[in-house]
């Protein structure tokens, strides 16, 4: 291994040879030093820079001399006697030596998972310049190679495909891993992986050129294009422009799971906006938004006349010869040369799984605008080359610089400041993210979409850009790849983005077992739900997400929303959830039922959008109650007891009940479950028919809200008991 111990390491052991302790002074130590570090695969250089202050302080440095990652900062530093300790966070490791009497010599052990024997030296004045950050560094890929296959296994990711453009050539184009780890086929720079929201780019380009040609305008608003569209606020609906599509400003947060959990149409999810509530008032927040794009691609198709996948083939796919490149699942897996998607946890060391690909929409999404391609990065390097010439291709101007340049310019902040130094503020240009890289201008994107994560990456004004392709889902290895590419072509020193990535990642997960040790938990303990399970069964609707279905199984349920079937435990009182399984996207997800006022489960709740209301599901009547050959059995005069005139239910239509009362408007019977309906426009008025022992309706019972006394007028209707009249 190289840096990668460097990378995983955790507390240390102290293993040192037994030195007569010595009183060093802290300036003694200060210098360069040079070690091994023996791992069982390959030796490890490393070099340690000791700076001492005028205070009598340390700070200190180390490289990875091997790998070129230079200036990892030691967080701690502290000398005892001979007692050398240091602290390097970055890669969760510590160090612990003795320094000998003549302070030529550290003799320790390294700490990161496992103790490792490590020896420093003092380096020669010229070893030691050698070793320090501060000497030219040649730009250049070399060592990439072992960079990338290194990361990939630290990070478990199957197979890697990668281009890399330097001005107007393509420099680099590699398969790296297996597209198909069960069967250790290889990856190649024409295997297809998803590119997931890298597709947004597309979608703006198409309607530039649509631009281009008179055809739309970004800031004239969607209803323009599309007189249908619609929107939970009137003022969103009318204000809401093009541009507020791509920018990610229109005020709504993601909403998702209205499309991950559905094959709904395109046109249909277009109609469901309307009940999706909105958390911003337009153009204040940046809130990403694949429905907006969603909204975007239609409205390109529209112009074209054409679907967006058509639009999208004939305006960029053809002129630019993306012979490889489609819109479907079916299609890649009819290709020779595709990947298969792979998920692991969070954690590092949970364990890699094949999932299957997406059989809710194999082909064509409803979602394609916002991230349906799939392509290789022999075909990604020519769109790359295109961006990076600004809609320009073979000589010719397929997109105007006006509008490329409108793509790669900042028309919405991001918020939040920068986690590294080394990157910018950031910011959204249209269908690109856009930020600085060590001082250098970068326009980005990332696709992460289930099984597979991507990155399209350039620095516009030094002609470097990058694309990387993986089959693992939410990883960031192309990310981390796209920066040590940029440092190295950029010939500056190589930032430990690795060793970041992977103590940001075990930091979290320790975090969290943490506060599950401790009993941090908001789960009550000893509650159990209120009523029986079979109650809670039924179906449960919602105008913009769709159904829910619960389904008795065994001592638990299942969950079904739209097409995702899952699994509900109880959690306490009337709150279940999906069961925790990192390779769950729908994992620990909540379900609140609600009773109404007859103590009847009449609704539920999921928190499917964090930052607005828990989405309300209500509860759908008993199918059985909208059959005539069910319902027909209902109707009858009933006469009420001290009452001359008697209660009249009729069928109306084919599958509807009304009640009628001399002197009065006939009264809807809406259906709830079981063979109870619901006064409509009168809250909390039911009647409930009752069956004898043979089975014939022989009496009904009327509620008013609970109340059980007699009314005192004929129109006013109290839980009564009344029986059929004799014909």
């Not at 091997?66 to 970055?90: E, F, Y």
């Not at 030219?136 to 281009?163: C, H, N, R, S």
């Not at 996948?309 to 993306?322: H, N, V, W």
């Not at 075990?506 to 941090?520: F, H, I, P, R, V």
């Amino acid at each position: 291994m190289k840096i990668s111990i460097l990378r995983k390491l955790t507390p240390i052991v102290l293993s040192a040879l037994a030195l007569s302790p010595v009183c060093l002074a802290q300036s003694q130590i200060a210098g360069d030093w040079l070690g091994t570090l023996t791992t069982g695969g390959p030796q490890l250089h490393l070099a340690l820079h000791i700076v001492a202050g005028k205070d009598g302080s340390l700070t200190a440095t180390l490289d990875s001399v091997d790998q070129g990652a230079n200036g990892i900062p030691v967080s701690a530093i502290s000398l005892k006697d001979s007692k050398l300790s240091l602290t390097v966070d970055a890669v969760h490791g510590t160090y612990e030596g003795n320094v000998n009497k003549e302070a030529t010599e550290i003799a320790g052990t390294w700490s990161q998972g496992q103790s490792l024997e490590l020896n420093f030296k003092r380096a020669p004045a010229q070893s030691a310049a050698n070793a320090a950050p501060a000497q030219p560094i040649k730009a250049g890929l070399d060592g990439l190679d072992d960079f990338i296959t290194q990361a990939m296994k630290d990070w478990k990711v199957p197979g890697l495909a990668i281009a890399v453009v330097q001005g107007d050539k393509v420099v680099l184009k590699k398969g790296y891993g297996y597209r198909d780890l069960e069967k250790q086929l290889p990856a190649t720079p024409n295997t297809l992986f998803a590119i997931g929201s890298i597709t947004k780019s597309f979608t703006v380009t198409t309607l530039g050129m649509e631009m281009d040609e008179g055809k739309v305008d970004w800031d004239k608003p969607v209803r323009d294009y599309l007189p249908t569209f619609k929107l939970y606020e009137p003022v969103l609906t009318e204000q809401m422009t093009i541009r507020d599509l791509i920018t990610h400003r229109s005020g709504l947060p993601r909403h998702d799971f209205i499309w991950y959990t559905s094959d709904f149409p395109r046109e249909d999810l277009l109609r469901r906006l309307q009940y999706l509530e909105p958390s911003k008032p337009l153009r204040t927040t940046f809130q990403y938004n694949n429905l907006m794009f969603m909204t975007a691609g239609y409205i390109a198709g529209q112009l074209n006349g054409t679907s967006w996948e058509d639009a999208i083939t004939q305006r960029i796919f053809k002129p630019l010869e993306m012979t490889g490149t489609n819109f479907s699942e079916l299609d890649t897996q009819n290709s020779a040369d595709f990947a298969q998607p792979y998920r692991k946890g969070s954690d590092l060391k949970a364990e890699l799984r094949r999932i299957p690909f997406d059989a809710q929409c194999p082909n064509r999404c409803a979602m394609g605008p916002a991230g349906e391609i799939n392509s290789n990065v022999e075909d990604m390097s020519k769109y790359l080359l295109f961006h990076m010439n600004h809609g320009k291709v073979a000589g010719k101007q397929l997109l105007s610089e006006n509008n490329s340049v409108q793509m790669q310019n900042p028309q919405m902040v991001i918020q939040g400041a920068p986690a590294y130094k080394e990157l910018g503020e950031a910011s959204y240009g249209m269908g690109f993210f856009l930020s600085s890289y060590r001082g250098h201008k970068e326009v980005e994107h990332g696709g992460n979409i289930d099984g597979f994560s991507a990155e399209l990456a350039f620095l516009p004004s030094d002609q470097i850009g990058i694309v990387v392709l993986t089959n693992l889902d939410g990883n960031p290895l192309p990310g981390i790849v796209a920066n040590n590419v940029f440092d190295r072509l950029l010939g500056l020193d190589q930032i430990p983005w690795n060793q970041r990535g992977l103590a940001a990642e075990t930091g979290g997960k320790k975090s969290e077992q943490e506060a599950k040790d401790k009993g941090y938990t908001p789960r009550k303990l000893g509650t159990h739900p209120s009523h029986d399970l079979k109650d809670y069964a039924g179906d449960y609707s919602n105008p913009g997400y769709g159904t829910v279905s619960i389904a008795p199984d065994g001592d638990k349920f299942k969950v079904t929303l739209n097409k995702v079937t899952r699994s509900l435990e109880h959690y306490h009182y009337d709150v279940f959830q999906v069961p925790a399984d990192p390779l769950d996207n729908l994992e620990k997800m909540k379900v609140v039922f609600l009773t109404d006022m007859d103590g009847d489960i009449s609704s539920l709740s999921m928190p499917l959008q964090p930052d607005v209301k828990d989405i309300v599901f209500i509860r759908v009547p008993d199918r059985q109650l909208t059959q005539r050959s069910f319902i027909e059995a209902f109707a009858g005069d009933y006469e009420i007891q001290g009452s001359p005139v008697p209660l009249k239910v009729s069928l109306r239509g084919e599958n509807s009940l009304i009640v009628s009362v001399p002197g009065q408007p006939d009264y809807k019977l809406n259906p709830k479950r079981g063979t109870t309906f619901q006064l409509a426009d009168i809250p909390g008025i039911t009647i409930e028919f009752k069956r004898d022992a043979a089975g014939k309706v022989s009496e009904a019972a009327l509620n008013q809200l609970g109340t059980v006394k007699r009314p005192k007028t004929r129109g006013e209707w109290s839980r009564l008991w009344v029986s059929p009249t004799k014909c």
